[in-house]
């Protein structure tokens, strides 16, 4: 398995603009997690998913922020309009109903908003 | 990935030494804890977990210790090894299943 999938990399964009994020999970897993890490706030959850439906999503920043699941294979972050503030890193991570402590994250997209 | 960066707390430890990274938490009612590394450009990665009715956990080269009476959770690396440069975190399992919440981070340096 190729791991967690998240695209782009590297998202540099000007305030106001839409920004999606886009993350595939690993095959088989029930839940599907985004994080934000930035050096004054650390590593936060904002939003998870088990078997496509949200869960908890009293992470997310604000309205601004929205995260889909269309499909078992496939979630979007959408920040819009994008502040500079949301700058950092996201992260999407997966795991098993049956591991849970055990998330596997993907290598991240590190966003600026200028 | 980055990790959280310049006011992490360091841990400079020479190679084949002994490491400890410690960690204090707040919920008593946390069910599992948890310990990750972080490697430069990398996302985190599970370590190991310990349930909160166990005092030691031991692993490949780690172990993991759980003082409940203190709130005290740390994570011992035999021999480390430059590949353990990384952060680590700590984190709990708060109750809700899979809602983890990660403390701030320890960077650990390794030394030749």
């Known amino acids: 398995d190729a791991g967690v999938i998240q695209s782009p990399r590297h998202e540099v964009t000007e305030m106001g603009q839409e920004v999606t994020l886009r993350c595939k999970p690993i095959?088989?897993?029930?839940?599907l997690f985004w994080y934000r890490q930035t050096m004054m706030r650390g590593l936060e959850l904002l939003i998870y998913?088990?078997?496509?439906?949200?869960?908890?999503d009293s992470g997310m920043p604000e309205d601004r922020f929205s995260a889909k699941m269309p499909n078992a294979s496939f979630s979007t972050l959408k920040i819009q309009p994008s502040e500079p503030r949301d700058s950092a890193v996201y992260f999407c991570a997966s795991s098993f109903l049956t591991s849970y402590n055990e998330q596997f994250f993907g290598p991240g997209t590190r966003l600026t908003v200028l | 990935g980055e990790s959280v960066g310049l006011h992490l707390p360091t841990l400079s430890v020479q190679e084949g030494d002994n490491s400890i990274i410690n960690c204090a938490y707040s919920n008593s009612a946390s069910d599992y804890f948890i310990w990750y590394k972080q490697e430069s450009g990398k996302g985190p990665q599970f370590i190991i977990d310990?349930?909160?009715?166990?005092d030691k956990r031991q692993g490949q080269r780690v172990t993991v210790l759980l003082n409940k009476t203190v709130k005290h959770l740390s994570l011992q690396i035999a021999a480390t090894q430059p590949g353990d440069s990384a952060v680590y975190f700590c984190?709990?399992?708060?109750?809700?299943?899979?809602?983890?919440?990660f403390g701030t981070g320890t960077r650990l340096q390794v030394t030749l």
């Open positions: 998913f088990n078997n496509n439906v949200p869960i908890d």
């Open positions: 984190a709990e399992n708060t109750g809700t299943a899979s809602k983890l919440t």
């Open positions: 095959s088989g897993h029930d839940y």
């Open positions: 310990i349930r909160s009715n166990m």
